[in-house]
């Protein structure tokens, strides 16, 4: 039995202060606002649930600082991509995962959705373990202490009609069913969703995405979808048809699904995602990084698709940010203010944002839940003023901790009721260290 006492914490029902939450077996058993503290340890400022960030690309992040040299487009930011995912192997991915994940973790990421589809060596040779890549990433969060759902990912093909390139080849099992079977072979556990992923209707042929959608009918289903507008060209040149009415024809669409980006839409799109629960994945720093568009937050939201966040190409992990980034995009497409509330942004950073990994239980602060913890410090030259610093928190600390927060604002993280960071460190790991060793090692 383990317990915390939080100043001031986000509880189902609103803000409550002096809370008292006990702890067994990585689960809340009890929540008690307005108690003594006695020896539980304290977590000062104001406390939220632990964040998921939606959807990762571990390796990207040896990229951050070494994209922005030049003018360009996605598509030639993607050759610099290459060149990493060129370099890897399962000894240095397991180190550059364990860097990215404890910087998440450092930024109260407490699941992280690894849209995973560098498989094998180079030249599409399976390792001895075919698997061998995605083991390293679970291995990587597990000794950092992040739960992680890996999304495993068909990528099959180089774009529509087109072959896979030279670096493609590593992504590639073949076809779906070939895929599939390598993929029936991970294992999930209380810590690790094995979910699946097709890459895009580029990287998956149209006659191949109802055997991707059907293989694991109970497991998240993620895709890639309208990043850019160049793909929905493609696709009606192809096939008559958007990429989500391709997707929507396969049977690709549910509850269970997530359509990631979702930028560039037509009204019937976003009435298909709306009217089958699709959620919706933004990565809204990658996707004015890689100049990509405002995807259409609010009509997806108003259609009934539920919004989830990314960091994506992690050009930055800061799950704050993408909170408020989603409502700020709004402001500049619409010059009007007031289209997201922070708790609405809070709920998709992370209940929904959980469920949509398959931790149907993470995300929410009461007993039962995951035993999931962040504490924001209310006294940091971003947050002074913005919320009191003792005592019972008004209506606008929600507001605070959305507009003004960030990541380096992050003191302490619980997961699963361990202590993992204390005071802005992982208990663990030389975070920065890690990763400037491992990102050297695949870069130079």
């Known amino acids: ?36 503290r006695g020896d539980a340890t304290v977590l000062h400022g104001l406390v939220v649930p632990g964040l998921a960030n939606c959807h990762s690309h571990a390796f990207h992040r040896a990229l951050r600082g070494r994209t922005q040299t030049e003018r360009g487009t996605f598509w030639t930011w993607r050759e610099q991509m290459y060149s990493v995912a060129a370099a890897l192997t399962p000894d240095s991915y397991y180190e550059l995962a364990k860097g990215v994940y404890g910087e998440m973790l450092l930024a109260g990421i407490t699941a992280v959705g690894e849209f995973h589809y560098l498989h094998h060596a180079p030249g599409g040779r399976p390792y001895d373990d075919p698997n061998a890549m995605g083991t390293a990433l679970i291995a990587a969060a597990r000794d950092v202490g992040i739960r992680i759902a890996l999304l495993d990912t068909c990528y099959v093909a180089g774009g529509i009609d087109q072959p896979l390139n030279e670096v493609q080849q590593r992504f590639s099992d073949g076809d779906a069913s070939a895929w599939a079977s390598r993929v029936a072979r991970l294992s999930g556990a209380d810590d690790v969703v094995i979910g699946t992923a097709a890459h895009s209707i580029r990287g998956v042929p149209r006659d191949q995405l109802g055997a991707v959608a059907s293989a694991f009918p109970d497991v998240p289903l993620h895709v890639h979808l309208s990043e850019q507008a160049a793909e929905n060209e493609a696709s009606l040149a192809a096939y008559g048809r958007t990429p989500t009415q391709v997707l929507d024809e396969a049977g690709f669409l549910s509850g269970r699904t997530s359509a990631v980006h979702a930028t560039h ?50 050009a930055i992990i800061d799950l704050f940010e993408e909170m408020r980034a989603v409502e700020l995009n709004e402001r500049l497409a619409t010059q009007e203010r007031g289209h ?49 610093t003792s005592g019972i928190a008004p209506a606008g600390a929600a507001e605070a901790a959305v507009f003004a927060a ?6 302490d993280v619980v997961v699963s009721g361990n202590h993992l960071v204390a005071d802005g460190k992982h ?8 990763l400037t060793k491992s990102i050297q090692a695949v870069t130079q």
């Open 406 to 411: 960030t990541a380096a604002d992050v003191s």
């Open 1 to 36: 039995m383990t317990a915390y006492w939080c100043e001031t914490a986000l509880l189902p029902d609103g803000l409550a202060s002096r809370v008292l939450l006990s702890v067994d077996n990585g689960r809340f058993t009890g929540v008690e606002p307005n108690a003594d």
């Open 265 to 314: 839409l037509t009204s019937v799109d976003i009435g298909l995602l709306g009217s089958s629960a699709t959620y919706s994945c933004f990565c809204p720093t990658t996707e004015r990084d890689l100049a990509d568009g405002i995807g259409p937050s609010v009509q997806l939201r108003d259609a009934g698709s539920p919004l989830t966040l990314g960091s994506d190409s992690h």
């Open 340 to 388: 997201w509330s922070a708790p609405e942004l809070l709920k998709a950073a992370t209940r929904d944002g959980h469920r949509s990994l398959g931790f149907e239980d993470a995300g929410t602060i009461h007993p039962g839940a995951r035993a999931d913890l962040v504490a924001i410090r209310t006294n940091t030259v971003r947050t002074a003023g913005t919320m009191p």
């Open 427 to 434: 208990i663990r790991l030389d975070v920065a260290a890690q």
